[in-house]
């Protein structure tokens, strides 16, 4: 099967940090831009970054700018959301999504209907 596998959610203290996983299935990462979505209870599913696996550009919403960092692995195989200092507001769902038609142009720029691969969605709670 041709899909994105995440892993590496779970319940985590203020001030934690923890990575998530993000692993494709069946193809591989490369010439596509990555991104990492957000969806809190009531609200919509957020870009929060992105980056274009050929030449390294990156992009993070003010909101994480700082805290999380995005990456692949050499080979471009998975793809990774470091979370660092992590708030009481990044509880959410987080989805990774993989897109071919275009690059990271910044997380204002990202469109939901336009990626091409999703992973399930991780759940990441931040609580005391």
């Known amino acids: 099967q041709v899909q994105l596998v995440e892993s590496g959610g779970g319940l985590v203290q203020p001030g934690d940090s923890l990575r998530l996983s993000c692993a494709a299935s069946?193809?591989?990462?490369?010439?596509?831009?990555i991104s990492w979505f957000r969806q809190a209870p009531g609200e919509e599913r957020k870009g929060i970054s992105c980056?274009?696996?050929?030449?390294?550009?990156?992009d993070y919403a003010d909101s994480v700018k700082g805290r999380f960092t995005i990456s692949t692995d050499g080979a471009k195989k998975t793809a990774y959301l470091q979370i660092n200092s992590a708030k009481p507001e990044d509880t959410a769902v987080y989805y990774c999504?993989?897109?071919?038609?275009?690059?990271?142009?910044?997380?204002?720029?990202?469109?939901?209907?336009?990626?091409?691969?999703w992973g399930k969605g991780t759940q990441v709670t931040v609580s005391a």
């Open positions: 999504a993989a897109d071919r038609r275009t690059r990271c142009a910044g997380v204002s720029a990202l469109r939901y209907l336009d990626m091409d691969f």
């Open positions: 069946g193809f591989t990462l490369d010439r596509y831009t």
């Open positions: 980056l274009s696996t050929w030449d390294g550009t990156t």
